[in-house]
């Protein structure tokens, strides 16, 4: 497992930009995982965002962040980000980083119970 925390979470005003980072720590190497963001608004279920596989090659996202979201990763800093754009009343959530190790450089993983290692989440409020 790694220990994940995520930061850059806030409010923002509706069509704005937020930045989401998620440092990775422990005795491995986070280059061996596959990572994720998930995000729970209140009362409702932790649901998918975006994910990425190991070597970052490949991408997939919820169809409500596609096109204004963007994950990437930077292996040498072990940090996760997820770039939110035009960002709207419905993003409000808690947004939670996860990560499974992955055999597979090429695999993307959606659904919750796939990552073993998640962060505390960070609060992001978006107001029109």
């Known amino acids: 497992q790694v220990q994940l925390v995520e930061s850059g979470g806030g409010l923002v005003q509706a069509g704005g930009s937020l930045r989401l980072s998620c440092a990775a720590s422990?005795?491995?190497?986070?280059?061996?995982?596959?990572v994720g963001w998930f995000r729970q608004a209140p009362g409702k279920e932790r649901d998918f965002g975006a994910a990425?596989?190991?070597?970052?090659?490949?991408?997939h996202y919820a169809d409500s962040v596609k096109g204004r979201f963007t994950i990437s990763r930077d292996n040498a800093k072990n940090t996760l980000y997820l770039h939110m754009n035009s960002l709207k009343p419905e993003d409000t959530a808690v947004y939670y980083c996860?990560?499974?190790?992955?055999?597979?450089?090429?695999?993307?993983?959606?659904?919750?119970?796939?990552?073993?290692?998640w962060g505390q989440g960070t609060q992001v409020t978006v107001f029109s």
């Open positions: 422990g005795r491995t190497t986070f280059g061996w995982f596959a």
């Open positions: 996860a990560a499974k190790v992955s055999r597979d450089a090429l695999s993307v993983y959606k659904q919750r119970d796939d990552y073993d290692s």
């Open positions: 990425m596989c190991r070597s970052g090659g490949i991408t």
